[in-house]
């Protein structure tokens, strides 16, 4: 006991709250916004935000705030993945013996500048995305062409109608912008646009959509200020004003959440979640996941001679103990899917990963090595962002890959680098292994399964066989015509992925976000977006 009658436990545990209360002060600095009942805080990592324009947005914390500002033809509720909703098209049907869809567009729809959002910024935005050529234009390949039929009627017509499109439509990547705006902020939805397009930089910080509310103030690494849009065409948003505070550290996020400084805390550890069971000012919200963390492994003989041979890869594999890992770093809260499509989608489950998935086991991993010729390990680069994801961080996901491929005589060399380089690295085929993410673009296997074999595939340097006899297996489960053809093909697939042993699959998260109980509505979604900030509401 000290002289106040504290223990020294007790001691240092207020020393502890109280340095921590200051280094949050430290941390945050002074806010860009008055604490009131009509302002929402959210604190969330959104270290990899590297852009709010709609044709080229293409990471894991952008959407939820592409989906409060801008909106979609169509849409699907929290948890219903397979049923459309009419959001800014009243209706749909196919046309041209299914060549085609046809949407009839609501005529009480303004933008944020008084705009009426017409057939035209239907036609404007599409084409815009596809001609950007950025990583978004991929999920517009199936887009043949856009023609405006009158004011409030457009027709898509698809480059293969036996390909999916219209599942993809719920996705940010096809949100509605207001062509008049954002041409005259230099954006344009000619062929060589992503040449002479200039309206990033405005609409990086601005927002020209017909959602709930608007984009006012972008400050990267630091917070997102969305204001209410009063002129929005369904009933008001709840709050006035909502800021998504920069807090990377989750300990950071957990101590705001308790003083009442932010409303919902994003990125907690499984053990602070638990923590928290017992806080009556606290709600612990639960949700399926579609995203998965996973590791890239290189074929680029370049990159790392050792990772070019597949057998080298599949020892890699079946050296990971993924129950360990999801334990550990996920407390329990994870599953784990065959290979690159989520459990819940194209066939994947829990038990066809017991069947044909890898699993942690060190002497088939050894036996591998010998059969690369490499008896005696190897050593390869791993690179990072250094980040949270998943209630967890990039950081001790690499330290347990590192602990679990020492155990075989296999030295991974952790690189961490900042969250945006390290996606451009990736993405720029430049990084022989990287620990990322995959959120969905919209609930259908396809957009999956396509992107291993295209996009992902030239980032990893995949390129000879069999890659062609993959990709003819997910264009046949695209085509399928029932779900249980689509399965099979879509089984092959994964079944060819596991032995290429690119792509290693380590967890795929259940959502678990923590709100104070001043507020209510908080849905969360695995479409793509996490959560529609429209429906949170004061409680």
């Given at each position: 006991?000290?002289?106040?009658?504290?223990?020294?436990?007790?001691?240092?545990?207020?020393?502890?709250?109280?340095?921590?209360?200051?280094?949050?002060?430290?941390?945050?600095?002074?806010?860009?916004?008055?604490?009131?009942?009509?302002?929402?805080?959210?604190?969330?990592?959104?270290?990899?935000?590297?852009?709010?324009?709609?044709?080229?947005?293409?990471?894991?914390?952008?959407?939820?705030?592409?989906?409060?500002?801008?909106?979609?033809?169509?849409?699907?509720?929290?948890?219903?993945?397979?049923?459309?909703?009419?959001l800014l098209a009243e209706s749909w049907e196919l046309a041209d013996d299914?060549?085609?869809?046809?949407?009839?567009?609501?005529?009480?729809?303004?933008?944020?500048?008084?705009?009426?959002?017409?057939?035209?910024?239907?036609?404007?935005?599409?084409?815009?995305?596809?001609?950007?050529?950025?990583?978004?234009?991929?999920?517009?390949?199936?887009?043949?062409?856009?023609?405006?039929?009158?004011?409030?009627?457009?027709?898509?017509?698809?480059?293969?109608?036996?390909?999916?499109?219209?599942?993809?439509?719920?996705?940010?990547?096809?949100?509605?912008?207001?062509?008049?705006?954002?041409?005259?902020?230099?954006?344009?939805?000619?062929?060589?646009?992503?040449?002479?397009?200039?309206?990033?930089?405005?609409?990086?910080?601005?927002?020209?959509?017909?959602?709930?509310?608007?984009?006012?103030?972008?400050?990267?690494?630091?917070?997102?200020?969305?204001?209410?849009?009063?002129?929005?065409?369904?009933?008001?948003?709840?709050?006035?004003?909502?800021?998504?505070?920069?807090?990377?550290?989750?300990?950071?996020?957990?101590?705001?959440?308790?003083?009442?400084?932010?409303?919902?805390?994003?990125?907690?550890?499984?053990?602070?979640?638990?923590?928290?069971?017992?806080?009556?000012?606290?709600?612990?919200?639960?949700?399926?996941?579609?995203?998965?963390?996973?590791?890239?492994?290189?074929?680029?003989?370049?990159?790392?001679?050792?990772?070019?041979?597949?057998?080298?890869?599949?020892?890699?594999?079946?050296?990971?103990?993924?129950?360990?890992?999801?334990?550990?770093?996920?407390?329990?809260?994870?599953?784990?899917?065959?290979?690159?499509?989520?459990?819940?989608?194209?066939?994947?489950?829990?038990?066809?990963?017991?069947?044909?998935?890898?699993?942690?086991?060190?002497?088939?991993?050894?036996?591998?090595?010998?059969?690369?010729?490499?008896?005696?390990?190897?050593?390869?680069?791993?690179?990072?962002?250094?980040?949270?994801?998943?209630?967890?961080?990039?950081?001790?996901?690499?330290?347990?890959?590192?602990?679990?491929?020492?155990?075989?005589?296999?030295?991974?060399?952790?690189?961490?680098?900042?969250?945006?380089?390290?996606?451009?690295?990736?993405?720029a085929a430049e990084l022989p292994s990287f620990i990322t993410f995959w959120?969905?673009?919209?609930?259908?296997?396809?957009?999956?399964?396509?992107?291993?074999?295209q996009r992902v595939a030239k980032r990893v340097r995949w390129t000879g066989?069999?890659?062609?006899?993959?990709?003819?297996?997910?264009?046949?489960?695209?085509?399928?015509?029932?779900?249980?053809?689509?399965?099979?093909?879509?089984?092959?697939?994964?079944?060819?992925?596991?032995?290429?042993?690119?792509?290693?699959?380590?967890?795929?998260?259940?959502?678990?976000?923590?709100?104070?109980?001043?507020?209510?509505?908080?849905?969360?979604?695995?479409?793509?977006?996490?959560?529609?900030?429209?429906?949170?509401?004061?409680?």
């Amino acid at each position: 006991m000290n002289r106040f009658g504290l223990s020294r436990r007790a001691s240092l545990k207020l020393a502890g709250t109280t340095l921590g209360a200051l280094l949050v002060e430290a941390k945050l600095g002074k806010l860009a916004y008055a604490k009131s009942a009509d302002t929402l805080v959210i604190g969330m990592d959104i270290s990899d935000t590297n852009s709010f324009d709609p044709g080229h947005q293409f990471v894991y914390s952008a959407p939820i705030t592409m989906h409060a500002t801008y909106e979609t033809l169509v849409t699907m509720a929290p948890g219903q993945y397979t049923t459309l909703l009419p959001l800014l098209a009243e209706s749909w049907e196919l046309a041209d013996d299914g060549g085609a869809l046809v949407f009839h567009l609501r005529k009480d729809v303004k933008f944020t500048s008084g705009n009426e959002m017409t057939a035209t910024d239907v036609q404007f935005s599409f084409d815009r995305l596809r001609n950007l050529k950025d990583n978004p234009a991929e999920l517009a390949s199936n887009i043949a062409s856009v023609a405006v039929i009158d004011p409030h009627t457009v027709k898509i017509v698809m480059v293969d109608k036996s390909q999916p499109l219209l599942n993809l439509l719920v996705g940010p990547t096809f949100v509605i912008s207001d062509s008049k705006v954002v041409q005259a902020h230099g954006g344009t939805s000619a062929a060589d646009a992503d040449k002479t397009d200039t309206a990033n930089k405005w609409l990086d910080h601005q927002s020209a959509g017909t959602g709930p509310y608007i984009l006012s103030q972008w400050e990267p690494n630091a917070q997102i200020v969305l204001d209410r849009n009063e002129g929005y065409w369904r009933e008001k948003a709840p709050f006035k004003r909502i800021v998504i505070q920069h807090i990377p550290e989750s300990a950071t996020q957990l101590l705001t959440l308790e003083r009442g400084d932010i409303e919902a805390a994003m990125n907690l550890t499984s053990a602070q979640l638990d923590g928290l069971k017992d806080n009556k000012d606290v709600n612990l919200i639960e949700g399926t996941s579609l995203d998965f963390v996973y590791m890239t492994l290189t074929s680029g003989k370049e990159l790392s001679p050792e990772l070019s041979i597949k057998e080298a890869r599949q020892a890699i594999a079946y050296a990971i103990d993924y129950d360990g890992m999801i334990q550990g770093l996920e407390g329990g809260y994870a599953t784990r899917p065959p290979s690159f499509i989520p459990n819940g989608l194209g066939g994947a489950t829990a038990e066809l990963t017991k069947e044909i998935g890898y699993r942690h086991d060190p002497d088939k991993a050894k036996s591998l090595l010998a059969k690369a010729g490499l008896e005696k390990g190897f050593s390869f680069d791993l690179y990072y962002g250094d980040a949270s994801v998943a209630g967890t961080t990039y950081q001790l996901v690499a330290q347990k890959l590192q602990s679990d491929l020492a155990a075989v005589n296999i030295t991974a060399n952790l690189h961490p680098l900042d969250q945006s380089a390290a996606r451009s690295k990736f993405r720029a085929a430049e990084l022989p292994s990287f620990i990322t993410f995959w959120n969905p673009d919209g609930p259908e296997a396809w957009t999956w399964a396509s992107a291993t074999v295209q996009r992902v595939a030239k980032r990893v340097r995949w390129t000879g066989a069999p890659l062609p006899e993959v990709t003819e297996l997910v264009n046949k489960a695209g085509a399928a015509h029932s779900p249980e053809e689509q399965d099979r093909y879509y089984r092959q697939y994964m079944e060819a992925l596991i032995d290429q042993a690119n792509y290693i699959v380590l967890f795929q998260p259940i959502y678990r976000v923590a709100t104070r109980t001043s507020i209510k509505g908080w849905k969360l979604t695995a479409a793509g977006w996490q959560v529609d900030l429209y429906d949170v509401k004061p409680a």
